[in-house]
């Protein structure tokens, strides 16, 4: 962009919802401070709407609402393109025909980046402009920035976020409160947290999207969302929550970014970290992502990942950042595939596995000792175990086990269970940190058993 020291800046919005709203607003109440630091008087100068009757809790003058996209892609006095619209189209042709008129696009749009990025990008540098997307992935968090713009001598070598909201304040309340998930997402959606369809969120779709982004960024690649091994939190109970708690564990919803021998491992799973780790202590809508490189070590950064202002926050903070340094931005390069890890499809991530299942009360010894049994004559051991009475006449069994695959469990269960007309169902989650053996095994003739005082928890739930 030439020298716009001084210049009036028109910006158009394509959207005026939630985080249309929010960067309308904050065009309109930090003008100064704005023009300020960038020399530039930015105004919004026409606003792409798709309902012009719609009632609006925003001051804005109607004569600047439009229906056609023409009325601002064919506007040359137009500089930049703000697009808050979500979806893929129309979203999609209006962003090609913006960055091919030769101006600068910035998304919130997190769907579209991860499925369409690549091609985004490239016709982004083909001419000449930038696409920027910091607010599509943890709101208010710098992390595209930190990613694109700083880190750029390190080696990523890990990363791991909570990186949905929705999910971060059902799994807080359900550990808070105890109560259950369906109760909690009907509140949630009630306080504007959740979607009225909330399948994107709870089924980790949205946190693959972000994850997927990050993962485009720290390693220079393109990655497939579809391929991100991917596990939502509708499956959880509250047994489940308060099992973890009681091993010492909270359970959250982690996108996670593995650098291996042969590749990347990506995931977004409900995962159990131990009480003191960083995001164990991230609750309600917040988002946190700590990023693992080489040179500096482990970063982390909290903050609001969604909302109106948050989000507003950072596409404003990308317009500045093209006011200011429009040339110096880097360009991210998306176009080598991804080369997933080997060890990803087989036997599932290395390290220890939470696993329950809801057992009749009269068979959870019998079975439970089988399991075990089995697992440890495959290397496996137990690090630790919880039981809960579910009040039903049924009893939660957890571990915390270690030195066997999920695969290892899944088979060995299969086995077990082939005959039985209702099997409990096996819930596994991953754990972080690392796990020792903590029961005591005494081999016996024929099988391998061990020694144990089972105790339950004389609440009920
Ligand atoms: N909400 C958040 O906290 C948040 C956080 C991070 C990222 N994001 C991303 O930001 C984007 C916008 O989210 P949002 O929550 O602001 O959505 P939203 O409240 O539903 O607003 C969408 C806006 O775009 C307009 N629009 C949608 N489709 C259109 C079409 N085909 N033609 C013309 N206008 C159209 C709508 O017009 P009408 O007003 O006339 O209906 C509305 O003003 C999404 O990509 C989302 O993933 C949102």
Same mark, same amino acid.
């Given at each position: ?12 919005? $394509? ?48 004569? *600047? $609402? ?6 601002? %892609?064919?506007?040359?006095? =137009? ?8 979806? =893929?189209?129309?979203?999609? @042709?209006? =962003? ?44 208010? %968090?710098? =992390? ?7 880190? &750029? ?12 909201? @929705? ?17 909690? *997402? ?27 982004? *990050? ?9 497939? &969302? ?39 491992? $990506? ?5 159990? $970290? ?25 970063? @982390? ?51 220890? *596995? ?22 440890? @004559? ?63 095994? %005494? ?11 089972? &105790? ?6």
């Amino acid at each position: 962009m030439a020298d716009k020291k001084q210049q009036l800046i028109k910006i158009g919005l $394509l959207g005026l919802g939630t985080v249309g709203g929010g960067v309308y607003k904050t065009i309109l109440n930090n003008f100064d401070v704005i023009r300020t630091r960038t020399g530039c008087e930015v105004t919004v100068s026409r606003v792409l709407v798709r309902d012009l009757e719609k009632e609006r809790q925003l001051d804005v003058d109607g004569s *600047l $609402l439009t229906l056609e996209p023409e009325d601002l %892609i064919g506007d040359a006095s =137009i500089d930049i393109f703000i697009e808050v619209m979500g979806g =893929i189209e129309p979203a999609k @042709t209006i =962003i090609l025909d913006v960055l091919r008129s030769g101006r600068h696009v910035i998304t919130a749009n997190k769907e579209l980046l991860a499925k369409h990025g690549a091609e985004l990008l490239e016709v982004a540098e083909e001419n000449g402009v930038h696409l920027l997307f910091e607010a599509s992935v943890a709101g208010g %968090i710098p =992390i595209i920035r930190l990613l694109q713009g700083y880190l &750029t001598a390190n080696r990523v070598d890990g990363i791991s976020g909570i990186l949905n909201g @929705t999910c971060n304040y059902i799994l807080t309340k359900m550990a808070k409160t105890g109560r259950d998930y369906s109760e909690i *997402l009907e509140e949630a959606k009630l306080l504007g947290y959740a979607e009225a369809d909330p399948t994107s969120d709870v089924e980790g779709y949205d946190a693959a999207y972000k994850l997927a982004i *990050l993962a485009n960024l720290a390693y220079d690649v393109q990655v497939e &969302t579809a391929n991100i091994e991917r596990q939502g939190i509708s499956q959880l109970s509250s047994a489940d929550v308060k099992a973890a708690k009681r091993l010492g564990y909270t359970i959250k919803l982690v996108g996670a970014a593995a650098k291996e021998q042969e590749g990347v491992r $990506l995931s977004v799973r409900p995962r159990l $970290l131990p009480d003191d780790h960083p995001l164990a202590r991230v609750d309600d809508v917040f988002n946190a992502v700590t990023v693992q490189a080489d040179v500096v070590g482990d970063l @982390t950064f909290i903050g609001r990942g969604a909302g109106e202002l948050p989000t507003a926050s950072a596409v404003v903070e990308d317009l500045t950042a093209l006011l200011t340094g429009g040339d110096a931005i880097r360009r991210p390069s998306w176009h080598r595939r991804l080369e997933e890890s080997a060890s990803g499809a087989e036997g599932g991530e290395p390290g220890g *596995l939470y696993l329950s299942a809801a057992f009749d009360e009269r068979e959870c010894t019998e079975r439970a000792e089988r399991l075990e049994a089995a697992l440890f @004559t495959q290397g496996g051991f137990v690090a630790k175990s919880e039981r809960l009475p579910l009040g039903d006449g049924k009893i939660l069994q957890s571990w915390l086990l270690g030195g066997v695959s999920e695969t290892q469990v899944r088979q060995e269960w299969q086995k077990q269970v082939q005959n039985a007309p209702q099997a409990p169902t096996l819930l596994f989650l991953p754990v972080e940190g690392p796990l020792e053996p903590g029961v005591e095994w %005494i081999a016996t003739t024929g099988s391998s058993y061990h020694e144990r005082n089972w &105790t339950l928890d004389s609440q009920v739930l």
